[in-house]
């Protein structure tokens, strides 16, 4: 990629530890609603696998407002505030579905599309991975008016691609629709290596080819309207330590397109002080796949602050400032990440392990031939987060006041920080509590708004994945293919939430307007 390259906030090359206060036992919040429970079987055409939600705010009734929900291989589904489906929208390229395949939203049998379209192999089709909102974007209409309309932006992993959806809640066939140009073009068509230190695959360092079929391609997103009125959107790239910075923009009459701005790169090796003191040591964390970087997917831009934060699976949660006059790759200091994970720095043993790597935290006994142990310090890790580190929530109240939301998916609980501050702990983004939600577990996305939602949200609503839904009554094979665990979504109250986790937290729906971020 050409331009000039510039370390974000100085060269600094070493991380900030600052101690941390301990955490009580979270409280427990009973959600208020759910959606229907997905049932998921490995390698099924189309099985459904709930992920990533998104709330659309409805304009002027609150109690129609929608919760829109990734369902991966099945595309999404959209709810109403009691958790009834109120639309499905396939993937546009899917596989064949037969009438004896396990159950899945939509059609059955049904006919299949067409494979991705750089897709050599002919057998990747698409995967919805992520989900957001933007609301107020102009765009031509088939009459050739300029209208704001709602959006919701989608990455579509198995294509590498965005799927951009209008949302019209009066709409015959369902409130969403595609608007997606008929130009777009994949989102990662090259893909840049960092190898690790440890694991050596003897790949160069750099930018090297991306063919679709391995699938390192759009995974997780977050949305940004800018004060001066422009739209943009985050992207990660799965199984690298990259985030792309996209810009949204009308491609003609009911179309939006997407062109690729800047890149915001991670470097996955760490300097920690060692054990003892007395200098430093490089550290990297432990790859399962030795080819693959560290990944981020959870993405959430601060709308008033303009800060992005981004969540990097094992290593932690980083808060980037961003710039329109930033150069077109940007290289982010370590300083940037605000809050490891606690397994950050830790030592570890690299297992060979047919092709890849099981890590441990403990030295195995014996040690199998080309066992890799890495040395680290585990005074360096982090409090609170238990990799990994997933979906990323903002909650806004008055005066730049509000917190952000983190999904600990390793152990179950979500994590509320100050959104207040600087780029230190002692200046901003304290730790302030945490809770878990009844029944929900390998929380894999949320989200969450502060405004009322109806009588049964009126002061904000929180919808989280889970993971650990209900399993179907008999878990036997479906068509020879194997139950692989049960998803769903459900819907919190804000209130709720703030109430149980001491010392209480504000509700605050009048000072924030979603569809209006920068209304002062």
């Given at each position: ?91 546009p ?9 396990p ?24 995967r ?33 691609r ?40 003897g ?69 920690i ?20 970087d ?82 680290g ?25 509000g ?70 009554p ?47």
């Open positions: 990629m050409s331009g000039k390259r510039r370390v974000v906030g100085g060269a600094s090359l070493a991380l900030v530890l600052i101690p941390l206060a301990s955490v009580a036992e979270p409280p427990v919040i009973p959600p208020r609603a759910e959606t229907p429970v997905l049932h998921g079987y490995d390698e099924a055409p189309r099985t459904p696998d709930a992920d990533d939600p998104a709330i659309w705010v409805h304009p002027s009734r609150p109690e129609r407002g929608l919760v829109i929900g990734v369902l991966k291989e099945a595309g999404l589904q959209v709810y109403d505030l009691d958790g009834r489906v109120v639309q499905t929208v396939l993937p390229n899917r596989p064949a579905l037969s009438a004896e395949d159950s899945v939203p939509g059609p059955r049998p049904d006919a299949e599309t067409s494979a991705c379209p750089e897709s050599e192999s002919g057998e990747t089709f698409g919805f991975n992520n989900v957001d909102i933007q609301y107020g974007f102009p765009l031509r209409g088939a009459d050739g008016r300029v209208r704001k309309v709602d959006l919701a932006v989608v990455t579509d992993r198995g294509c590498d965005l799927r951009i959806y209008a949302i019209d809640p009066g709409r015959a066939n369902g409130p969403l629709f595609d608007v997606t140009a008929r130009t777009a073009e994949r989102v990662f068509p090259s893909r840049y290596v960092q190898p690790s230190p440890f694991q050596p695959t790949e160069p360092v750099g930018s090297q080819p991306n063919p679709l079929d391995d699938q390192n391609t759009a995974y997780g997103l977050g949305l940004y309207h800018d004060p001066s009125d422009r739209f943009h959107a985050f992207v990660t790239q799965r199984s690298r330590s990259v985030v792309a910075w996209l810009e949204l923009y009308e491609a003609g009459a009911e179309q939006v397109g997407y062109r690729k701005v800047r890149e915001f790169r991670f470097d996955p090796r760490f300097s002080p060692r054990p003892s003191g007395g200098g430093h040591l490089s550290w990297s964390p432990c790859r399962e796949e030795p080819a693959d560290p990944q981020f997917e959870g993405l959430v831009v601060d709308q008033q602050e303009g800060i992005l934060y981004a969540a990097q699976e094992v290593v932690g949660l980083w808060k980037v400032p961003l710039s329109a006059s930033l150069p077109r790759v940007v290289d982010v200091p370590p300083s940037r990440l605000i809050e490891p994970v606690k397994s950050f720095g830790a030592s570890y043993w690299a297992v060979p392990d047919d092709g890849e790597y099981a890590c441990e935290l403990e030295a195995p006994a014996p040690a199998p031939e080309g066992t890799i142990a890495v040395p310090n585990p005074a360096v890790g982090g409090k609170h987060l238990e990799a990994d580190v997933e979906g990323l929530a903002l909650y806004y109240a008055e005066e730049e006041e917190y952000l939301v983190v999904s600990s998916q390793g152990d179950d609980t979500l994590h509320l920080y100050d959104r207040e501050g600087g780029w230190t702990r002692e200046r901003g983004n304290r730790h302030l509590g945490s809770f878990r939600v009844e029944g929900v577990g390998e929380t894999d996305g949320h989200d969450v708004v502060n405004v009322p939602m109806g009588a049964s949200f009126p002061r904000g609503l929180v919808v989280l994945q889970t993971g650990k839904a209900p399993p179907p008999s878990t036997e094979p479906a068509n020879g293919y194997e139950y692989d665990g049960s998803t769903q979504f459900k819907l919190v109250r804000w209130d709720d939430i703030a109430e149980a986790v001491p010392p209480g937290f504000k509700v605050d729906t009048d000072d924030y307007d979603p569809r209006d971020p920068h209304d002062d």
